[in-house]
């Protein structure tokens, strides 16, 4: 019974264990991408950025072992392009594993 | 071809549903518009907000439901580019001592900071949690600043003597004034940090927060560069709904 184990509540996840954590990540669509950098410049976890020049300016995701990506989806908000979105949501398991969620889906007009 | 911020806002604005009714897979109507395309904003414009059109915000803010109608509330505003700075100096000092202390990946005291952290992350797992745990790091780096460059800050205070659930009234207080200034083309963001105002003395005796008043939130306004709000997609969550003497799962 119950959908967070009595160990699970227990334990405190070692943040930058990539084992432990599924942190938030972001898909960038390099076709779409311009390099314009809005996305670098409001992400809230500085997770992004921009790197190239001219054709080949396009934004990237820091490729540190845990980024401070929320999947807030910010990002997808300002771009105009629609080349960059959240992939999937984080959970950090043990004590903060998130319980009851699906997909992420836009809203839905019923 | 890419549309201009203005034509697309314009293509946005004439297909609205209509207030007030309801029929199946009808247009968002104005208010689910504002509420589903906010966004939190973290680039600001230097432009300073018209005083009447944060009073405006305000109104909305006063207007909230409380429990018992007892308007559990205080709203302190500064717009004095000076002072936010200086409490923006203030968090970053306090964030550098907690990532000094608790931060193991990066602090000189090594084991003693794991230890540290992982005592405090249990006394306090919703400030520490990873995500508020990962900001300030960020603020401490310089890298994320504390109102985002904010022209004008709302202070939301809660008066502890409130009936029943005083924190749910302020909540629904501020989110009122958020949803009113999206809808006034401002944007705005929610300010947890200012909790750090709490563990020293020097801005509660300054901005003069005293019992019963508890500071709860702080909420960023100003206008957005380039345009930030937009509708994004979001988890589903799995509700239980019942009817028919029976439980089935809704997402």
């Known amino acids: 019974m119950g959908y967070l184990t009595f160990r699970e509540r227990m334990t405190i996840p070692t943040y930058n264990d990539p084992e432990a954590c599924r942190v938030g990540k972001v898909v960038i669509d390099h076709e779409k991408c311009n390099g314009c950098g809005n996305c670098a410049l409001i992400c809230p976890g500085a997770c992004l950025y921009v790197a190239g020049i001219g054709k080949d300016r396009k934004a990237y995701m820091i490729e540190r072992m845990v980024p401070d990506c929320m999947s807030c989806n910010d990002c997808a908000a300002i771009c105009r392009r629609g080349a960059i979105k959240a992939a999937h949501g984080y959970d950090f398991g043990g004590f903060y594993k998130v319980l009851h969620r699906a997909e992420m889906v836009p809203p839905r007009n019923f | 071809m890419m549309e201009t911020a203005t034509e697309e806002k314009r293509r ?210 100003g206008y957005p560069v380039g345009e930030p709000d937009g509708m994004v997609a979001r988890e589903l969550h799995e509700i239980d709904w019942w009817e028919d003497g029976r439980k089935r799962a809704v997402f």
């Open chain 2, 12 to 221: 946005r604005d004439v297909s609205f549903g209509e207030m007030y009714t309801w029929h199946e897979g009808m247009e968002w109507n104005p208010v689910e518009r504002v509420i589903l395309e906010r966004r939190s904003v973290r680039r600001y414009k230097e432009e300073q907000v018209p005083e009447k059109l944060v009073r405006r915000v305000l109104e909305a803010g006063r207007f909230a439901p409380s429990a018992g109608n007892s308007q559990p509330w205080k709203f302190i505003v500064i717009r004095d580019p000076g002072m936010l700075e200086e409490m923006e100096k203030y968090v970053r000092l306090r964030c550098r001592l907690l990532k000094f202390l608790l931060d193991w990946e990066s602090s000189p005291l090594g084991r003693l900071s794991w230890f540290l952290s992982q005592v405090y992350i249990r006394l306090m797992p919703n400030e520490l949690h990873p995500i508020p745990f990962g900001a300030i790091r960020l603020i401490a780096d310089g890298k994320l600043r504390l109102f985002h460059g904010a022209p004008t800050v709302i202070l939301v205070l809660m008066d502890r003597r409130g009936v029943s659930k005083p924190q749910v009234d302020v909540g629904i207080c501020g989110q009122n004034m958020v949803l009113a200034a999206h809808s006034l083309g401002l944007g705005t963001c929610w300010v947890g940090f200012v909790e750090l105002f709490k563990f020293g003395t020097k801005w509660k005796r300054k901005l003069g927060i005293k019992w019963p008043y508890r500071l709860m939130e702080g909420i960023a306004l």
